[in-house]
């Protein structure tokens, strides 16, 4: 088993573990999650960013909320999203991850012709732009709340995470 095929499934093993029972009840509440609940959500979400292609932001923003001095309108709006959003994006997530593996398995298939993979794959790249469409929203709620004072502080919040560090380099 490659290592990709290894790592999707321990995200996926992750994801489905997460997001089953009680604890898709706790990331779904109504109720504000607390700072630990953003911390576990956010390491569990960085799982699986190579799949989404965007950064997961909004447990990194949640976290720092404070030092973005974020309003109770944008709290509520960012928690709106989550609840809107989270669930749908959880499983489109573990779809992308469990149709990879299948991909790479069928290409090691002899019987699996070259053309069923490519429908395979589109059928992938279909899911992966619903999952960026859903990010992008939390993007445009970013862009349309933030303060430039805020971007400002975001900006020195995210050099703090080395898969983001840079990212708002000019």
């Known amino acids: 088993m490659n290592a990709l095929v290894r790592a999707a499934?321990?995200?996926?093993?992750?994801?489905?573990?997460?997001?089953?029972g009680a604890s898709a009840a706790v990331y779904s509440q109504r109720a504000p999650l607390t700072g630990h609940q953003w911390d576990t959500l956010r390491e569990q979400v960085n799982l699986l960013?190579?799949?989404a292609y965007l950064p997961s932001l909004l447990p990194v923003i949640m976290k720092h909320r404070d030092a973005l001095e974020l309003t109770d309108a944008q709290l509520s709006a960012f928690?709106?999203?989550r609840r809107l959003h989270y669930?749908?994006?959880v499983?489109?997530?573990?779809?992308i991850i469990q149709r990879r593996i299948g991909l790479s398995k069928a290409s090691l298939n002899q019987n699996v012709a070259g053309d069923?993979?490519?429908?395979?794959q589109k059928a992938i790249f279909t899911l992966q732009e619903e999952l960026l469409r859903l990010r992008l929203s939390c993007r445009d709620l970013l862009i349309t709340?933030?303060?430039p004072i805020q971007w400002d502080n975001f900006a020195f919040i995210l050099e703090e995470y080395p898969p983001y560090a840079g990212l708002l380099d000019e």
Do not use: G
């Open 87 to 89: 669930p749908h994006m």
């Open 91 to 95: 499983d489109l997530m573990n779809e």
């Open 145 to 147: 709340t933030f303060s």
């Open 116 to 120: 069923q993979l490519l429908v395979d």
């Open 49 to 51: 960013d190579k799949v």
């Open 9 to 20: 499934l321990a995200a996926v093993t992750v994801f489905l573990s997460i997001y089953s």
């Open 79 to 81: 928690r709106q999203w």
